[in-house]
């Protein structure tokens, strides 16, 4: 999308995105976790901001849930709104590879569409696809926040996986149902992808 205002320019700085990954003494990406809600992104995603750091990477988690406490305040969860708290994500996960930066996104990010947008924003290069698949029936029964039941009961309308699809990833790089995976066991399978692009 073009900005609104045409009279504006690009001020270019005197260090590159290659000087300040140079410095951090790594290639930054942008891990994106996508999946219903209790798949496990945020418990998966910090876990592995944790096993990169102590791996001496600096990195970064940009959680659906807090952003919407910051950032992300003023939107809901309606298909438009949805697609603008993906497209701000995916705008602060660019700014933060280019400060040299490995991020984790965790968002459910339930559309095809707007993952695309994500990846396209980013850079295809940057971008690595990461699907928790982990079934409905197990989502619902942990129901950390009791959101499925509310769901259930009609209390929150447009719930992904009751009220509101989810559309499953074609092509993700990695997919990890974690009914099946244990938490530490994804984020070494996650880390070794990593070192392998
Ligand atoms: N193998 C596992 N991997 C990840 N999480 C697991 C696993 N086994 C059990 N859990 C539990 O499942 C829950 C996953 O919740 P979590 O908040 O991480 O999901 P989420 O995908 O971030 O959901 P939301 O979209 O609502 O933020 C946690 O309570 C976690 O402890
Ligand atoms: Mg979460």
Redesign the pocket.
Same mark, same amino acid.
């Given at each position: 999308m073009k900005p609104k205002q045409t009279n504006i320019e690009r001020f270019s700085g005197h260090v590159s995105s290659g000087d300040r990954a140079a410095l951090l003494g790594q290639r930054p990406l942008t891990v994106w976790l996508t =999946?219903?809600? @209790?798949?496990? /992104?945020? %418990? *998966?995603?910090y876990a592995l901001e944790r096993r990169l750091l102590s791996l001496g990477h600096a990195c970064y988690v940009l $959680? =659906? $849930?807090n952003l919407r406490h910051g950032l992300n305040r003023d939107l809901g969860f309606s298909v438009t709104e949805r697609r603008e708290n993906i497209r701000r994500t995916a705008e602060m996960a660019k700014l933060l590879n280019d400060a040299g930066l490995i991020v984790i996104a @965790?968002l *459910?990010s339930p559309r095809r569409d707007d993952r695309a947008m994500a990846r396209e924003i980013i850079g295809d290069s940057l971008f690595v696809e990461i699907y928790?698949s982990t079934p409905l029936d197990t989502c619902e029964q942990?129901d950390? /926040?009791g959101?499925y039941a509310r769901a259930r009961c009609g209390e929150i309308a447009e719930f992904t996986g009751i009220s509101a699809p989810y559309e499953t990833p074609l092509d993700p790089d990695l997919t990890f149902d %974690?009914?099946r %995976?244990? *938490?530490h066991a994804?984020v070494s399978l996650i880390v070794e992808h990593l070192q392998s692009r």
């Open positions: =999946g219903l809600s @209790a798949s496990g /992104k945020s %418990t *998966i995603g $959680d =659906g $849930d @965790a *459910i928790l942990r950390p /926040k959101l %974690t009914s %995976t244990e *938490i994804s």
